[in-house]
């Protein structure tokens, strides 16, 4: 017999299927039109993250996927891949580093310029964090041109170059 949670509220998180999952998830995202600049769709995952449900089902869904990964570290993009990396980092019980813009991170930096589909910026992460062969799971919001993602697989890759030996 369902709990009185469950008669109202459909079923509990466990028994939804993934499809239903992705849903929810789907439903809490809104598309704001012509933001940052006309004829651009910009989908707004902050409203995701306002419904602890669907927010709870994005982790969830993260961790199901990398879980059997054997992931080292995962490193998440300012800003909100610093949201979503670090309960992920937290759920599979491995390292979280974040990946900042300039000047945002104390102490040694190295850093990787990138282009975006408005300009052209930087990241950087503190040297030492990642160890040469570790096996890191890079966290971000969006892909639009993928420049921000390429800069930190090159950011990674150049770390272990230096330091592998």
Request: glycine share 10%; net charge negative; proline share 6%.
């Amino acid at each position: 017999m369902p709990t009185s949670s469950q008669a109202t509220d459909g079923p509990s998180t466990a028994e939804r299927t993934s499809q239903q999952k992705k849903q929810i998830i789907s439903d809490s995202i809104r598309g704001i039109p012509d933001f940052p600049k006309p004829g651009i769709l910009f989908w707004d995952v902050t409203t995701l993250m306002l419904s602890p449900q669907a927010f709870q089902l994005t982790i969830d869904l993260l961790v199901e996927r990398y879980k059997d990964q054997k992931v080292d570290v995962v490193a998440g993009f300012e800003a909100r891949g610093l949201i979503f990396g670090a309960p992920l980092a937290l759920a599979l019980g491995c390292a979280f580093v974040p990946l900042r813009k300039p000047g945002k991170l104390p102490g040694e930096t190295i850093s990787e310029s990138y282009i975006t589909e408005y300009s052209t910026d930087r990241i950087e992460m503190h040297t030492g964090a990642i160890t040469a062969g570790q096996r890191v799971v890079l966290v971000d919001d969006l892909i639009a041109t993928g420049g921000t993602l390429k800069a930190g697989v090159n950011l990674v890759g150049e770390w272990w170059q230096r330091n592998s030996g």
